[in-house]
């Protein structure tokens, strides 16, 4: 769900990443659209039992509504980032409406952690000019994927596995999700563990964000 007609990277590569450096066989694995009470503890569960350390961009509503799964992600040692409040196209809005997508789920995470996010996902990965400018106002960086696993699209669990271990590379930060509506994410359960074995057999190393990119994920 990424837009490619443009190569922000190359137009912002202080601001976006994709992936950290190639020379060096880590990956990072990243939850997009949480939290909620159903597929995230048992995602959680998987991480604590494979000793990964995952990173997971919340939607404001999200964390709003479930603040215990919030504290329990980041009591467990992972990552918040921020992932708009409403998963809104934040290339499409206006810089009002950006601000206040980034703003309020900043504040949610805040009051219920003590941290305030450095890491910003845009939904569908969607950017726009306007939309880093008013990123860089608030000292965050946008943290993108190159690794996709489909999970969202109700594919098999062997499916999501393959995308992910065609694609990955050195460096790579791989895309999951831990909510997504009526679907379900039963797959995504299923083939978390085997994607950390394959790429781990592989000779992968998992890493957090963090000392992926060497960036700080918090104020």
Known sequence: MMIHQVDWKAIYPDMIFLNGPRNRREVALTFDDGPETNYTPRILSILSRHRVRAAFF???QHVAAYPNVLRQIVNQGHIVGNHSWSHADLSKVTVEEVRSEIRQTNQAIRNLTGLTPL??????????????????????????WDTDSLDWSGITRDEIVQNVVSQVKPGSIILMHNFMGAKGLENTIQALPVIITRLRNMGYRFVSLEELLSIPAYR
């Open 119 to 144: 890491y910003l996902r845009p939904p569908f990965g969607a950017i726009s000019d306007q939309e880093v400018q008013t990123v860089r106002e608030f000292g965050m960086k946008i943290i993108l």
């Open 58 to 60: 919340c939607l404001g």
